[in-house]
């Protein structure tokens, strides 16, 4: 056998963008997204083949195929099943999964809620643009009240839902925001993201130029957000991102909401765990059929 | 300035390190002009296309002009200064773009993108510390103000444009 000190290959963002081109509208909040996910995986440096890239269905569902990673554009809302799926099977994987809001909150809505209780060490990137743009402007999960669209003539009628405020009340570890006017501070979360132990949050205020409103572009982003880091939010008290997250919709915040500072064991963690006791009882490979021939 | 660098003290950066990221700069903005050209290629705005490319090979001879450059000073030394410590110095932002854009706002996309350069250099040049470097920046700091005259002089020589109509943002059926 031979040894060599060659250096370990490093990886620079260009070796996790793929030959397909994007073909979101120009404009697009996304392109912001995916250039921030390319730096955060370059800045963690696992090989792309080492990186599976789930998404569901819509615009930001077309990422995957952007990235070098293995990737599966998989079902509307059905994404992150799906990642968590892959996690459990195959634990050295690392694990993003993304999609819109609809996506998320509507259509999958209720697999969020479990894929935060089971804690499986995924990374969520939603990309809230607050409408569904791919079908040409409904109503979406996040759509501010009183937003015309061809599905709400009058003005919608319903509560938006709180990406934010769901998450950290289902007990979320790592919760944050970011948006494209800010490409470094949202490379900065998503690596935050992937490096914690556990399931992570990031939603990401990434506009919708053709159907989203003027107000909520990216120069108005640039405007209006504030760092969290800036205004003192100290990112270990989980009341007090709770209170920031109310402000969703209102106030743009930048960064970490909540990381739990003595994060829990992950699902794999303690799947790990169980097998280790079973196992010690279990009887040996060998006479595995025996309990079936005694019968 | 802190938001377009990661990572990189401009007040202590050496003369090689300062060359290595105005070429990244320089590199950044020649593929963001691909990509604006690719974009609108794929939406059926060859004009604006057109100008894109044009900016590319602008930005990819200043790119080599200045590897060239650090390559006569400095060999194959390892760079320490990577991509992924820049964001959006020269380069336009994302959202600059639309779908139906003109070349005059495709222009004006442009000039603002040199505008920031300006600035930027501008800022890092008062920053430094070492002689050289500061040349360097002052330099650069220079060509994007002369970049900015050229982009205005092309700007004034366009017809002027009608009113915009209003369905600039609606994208063309792929």
Redesign the interface.
Known sequence: MTTTNAPLPTYQAKDYKSELKPIWCPGCGDFGVVQAIYRALAAIGRPPHEIAFVSGIGCSSRIPGYTTAYGFNSVHGRALPIAQGIKVASPELLVLVAGGDGDGFSIGGGHVAHAVRRNTDITYIVMDNQIYGLTKGQLSPTSPKGLHTVTSEYGSLEEAVNPLLYVLAYGANFVAQGTPADMAGLAEVIEAAIRFPGFSFVNVQSPCVTFGEDDQQVKNHRATMQSLAKLGHDPTDRLAAMGLAQKYGKELHTGVFYKNPDPPPTMNALIKERQQVLSEKAPPRSRIFDRFLQT | MT??T?SIDLANISLRDALDLAVLVEEEAKDRYE??A???E??HNPEAARFFRFMLAIEAKHESRLAERRRGLFGDEPRSV???MI??IEAP???????N?TVRQALGASLRAETKAFEFFEAAAGMVQMKDVQDIFTELREEEREHQALVRQEIARLPPEGPARDDD???VA?
């Open positions: 938001d377009k990661r990509e604006f690719d974009q609108m794929l939406h990577k991509r992924e964001f959006d932002e994302y959202d600059e773009v639309r779908a854009m943002d609606e994208i792929l």
